[in-house]
């Protein structure tokens, strides 16, 4: 079963146009570049993000947005935990956001078992 994996960043007001740009540039190619062990092809099925515009009004600061899919569990895990392209990424964050959320979801799976 797929899994959807949610990322939103607010990013500090210091951070420049061009850095943010570069910043949600980078993370999208993490589609390509982030290589499967055993396979050694990208794992990731897709990856998409952009600019929040929700007229809601309940972002609480986030500003970016980015939906990435994997094909299963064990992939989104090696990714989250052991992909060094995604963990650099990663600890490369920490002087652009004030903020990072990120939440998971099976489609159509709404219990525990």
């Known amino acids: 079963m797929s899994v ?9 007001s210091s951070v420049s146009e061009a850095t943010i740009q570069d910043t949600c540039n ?9 290589i499967h ?13 952009g600019r929040e515009c929700s007229i809601e ?9 980015f939906v990435v899919e994997f094909e299963s569990t064990a ?9 060094a392209g995604h963990l650099a990424f990663g600890a490369s964050l920490g002087p652009l956001l004030d903020k990072a959320q990120v939440v998971d979801f099976e489609p ?5 078992q």
């Open 108 to 112: 159509g799976k709404f219990t525990k």
């Open 75 to 83: 992939h989104r895990d090696y990714y989250a935990k052991e992909d």
């Open 4 to 12: 959807l994996h949610i990322v939103q960043f607010q990013f500090k």
């Open 37 to 49: 062990p055993d396979t050694k092809a990208p794992y990731i099925v897709s990856s998409k993000g």
């Open 57 to 65: 009004g309940m972002q609480d600061g986030i500003t970016h947005v």
């Open 26 to 34: 980078r993370m999208l190619s993490l589609k390509d570049s982030c």
